[in-house]
């Protein structure tokens, strides 16, 4: 029961995790008393070896019940022929990834930390410092990518080359464990959060599905659906709805009470979560490229809120759905056990059934005649892209068009091939590339008019919908826009990206503009020459 006068406002059950235990961590945790009482003494060893194992096995390895939910779309007769062919395309990736050696997605992603530390829990140390020497570890031996962003000034940055610094949220709690849960967060799925100020009108069945309907579809396909989407309503701050958000959309919160009380704690809404979960079904987005799965699951939080303020926060967690929890009790450490073994969870299908007939692309030709083969299919087609790209993402974009703004036209390079926007993560041993799948086209739009204007960006390749002006530039100008496979970058970089090389700016890292040779790359027509837009028809 819980006591009116304090409530914990995130009171969830017993933890019933499945955990493997860290023997590189045996001997580092041992067992004193303090004021007659047993403490765990914790050295900080500890934590560097439970955050540099859980952001290995995080880059590389899902939940198992995750995996069961994309196996699922095979299951479902509703389920549209490019829902199981993009699902195909996610299961291959994770068996890929399960190797250990190319990460589930190029964007290896923030590395957040949160820790809630029982008061019979001693370390002695900084444990911020021991956990992020863990990250450190982890994103240096290993191939993932760096990508955080160090201000040097209002307005230059540089590149830290180490993913640091890593988010770290330490709490005090009652007890004798330490519990931790380790996130790693892309830009596109973290560009999803959103926050809204709303009022008590919105408190109503019919307002809030009117409401979540509008909002979601805002979402689009850009961070890598199917999503795990978190709604919350309320929050005693717009911080609190935010951080709710991204606990939900991680599961962490699915152990709260389904009712809530006059002590103020937070409750699902399992009834309002079926509701938006059929909403989403209704859109048409479906896994990518139209469909049914535009969501694996919703879950709904509400909140406590000050009477005059009433947010609501909104985001997902993308295909790549990387979080893991940990603990450090007095019988060692410990980190959740993911799926070593993804190749279960893969249906027995032939590819050619999974949607309609693909058209092969050759890179090779030139640009007109490229032009003219996409030019003959209608949006929604399926193709496979054969020959030599460009890469380039929004540093080298920026580059491009201040020679522009000098007067120097765009490189000839820009004007023969298509444009993919994508980051590569590290390149392994004997690899031809590393993780490297594409990235969300709309940050790019800004610049397409003014490159297609300069005969450059007539094909470009990436993720997700786009702007109302892409599509009219690719109108006026004659260009298309083909939409990726968000969140199969292993897929991508094992079987279709045969060789990777810099082309220019090479100082810019990930950033810079690269040429690669792809074969069988998969991808869909999304805006055409003729001024269609796949995602506005829908």
Known sequence: MIDPAFAEMFPLSPDTTAYRRLEAADGLVGQDTFRGRPVVVVEPR????????????????????HLAQVRAIFDDPEASANDRFVALELLKNANISAGGILPMCQDTGTAIIMGKKGQQVFSGETDALALTEGVARAYANNNLRYSQMAPLTMFEEVNTGNNLPAQIDLYATPGSAYKFLFMAKGGGSANKVYLYQQTKALLNPASLVRFADEQIRTLGTAACPPYHLAVVIGGTSAETCLKAVKLA?????????????????AFRDLEMEATILELTRRLGLGAQFGGKYFCHDVRVIRLPRHGASCPVGIGVSCSADRQAVGKITAEGVFLEALET????????VRTDRLSSDVVEIDLSRPMDEIRATLSKYPVRTRVSLNGPMIVARDIA????????????????YFKNMAVYY???AKTPANYASGSFGPTTAGRMDAYVDLFQSHGGSMVMIAKGNRSTAVTEACHKHGGFYLGSIGGAAAQLALTSIRKVEVLEYPELGMEAIWRIEVKDF???IIVDDKGNDFFKQL
Do not use: C, M
């Open 397 to 412: 974009h920026a580059k491009l068009k201040e020679r522009l703004d000098r007067g120097e036209g765009l490189p000839d």
């Open 522 to 524: 998969p991808a869909f």
């Open 46 to 65: 500890a934590l560097t070896v439970l955050a540099e194992e859980a952001f290995h096995d995080i880059a590389h390895l899902l939940r198992p019940a």
């Open 249 to 265: 959309s991680a599961h962490y919160l699915d152990g709260l009470p389904t009712q809530g009380s006059k002590a103020g704690h």
């Open 341 to 348: 073994n993804p190749a279960a969870y893969l249906p027995d």
């Open 422 to 424: 994508a980051g590569p």
